[in-house]
Nanobody
Framework: VQLQASGGGLVQAGGSLRLSCAASGRSVSSYAMSWFRQAPGKERELVAGISSSGRSTYYGDSVKGRFTISRDNAKNTVYLQMNSLKPEDTAVYYC????????????????WGQGTQVTVSS
């Protein structure tokens, strides 16, 4: 499975961005998918995750109520809608996939995208 993240960029505080993670190589319809992010000098942290069916989701505390994760299994793509962005959301965002059960732990994910930079100016 190859994951290609896109949609990052520079945005002012309060603005919005939509990230996409397109999978190729095989269908990820049976994979749980998550977004993580890593800012300079900080550890990688969970942003949001979604189960293979899309019925279950979870969010990191810092993004709850502002970010929404979704997936389109027909397009083999996962999305992250980010609203009300803050400077502290600045980071490289990575999508990741794992077989079956959704998990907030980054070390159990099998496949990773290359990351897309999100920069939020104040």
């Amino acid at each position: 499975v190859q994951l290609q993240a896109s949609g990052g960029g520079l945005v002012q505080a309060g603005g919005s961005l939509r990230l996409s993670c397109a999978a190729s190589g095989r269908s990820v319809s049976s994979y749980a998918m998550s977004w993580f992010r890593q800012a300079p000098g900080k550890e990688r942290e969970l942003v949001a995750g979604i189960s293979s069916s899309g019925r279950s989701t979870y969010y990191g505390d810092s993004v709850k109520g502002r970010f929404t994760i979704s997936r389109d299994n027909a397009k083999n793509t996962v999305y992250l809608q980010m609203n009300s962005l803050k400077p502290e959301d600045t980071a490289v965002y990575y999508c990741a996939a794992k077989v079956t059960v959704l998990s907030p732990k980054s070390n159990v994910y099998d496949y990773w995208g290359q990351g897309t930079q999100v920069t939020v100016s104040s």
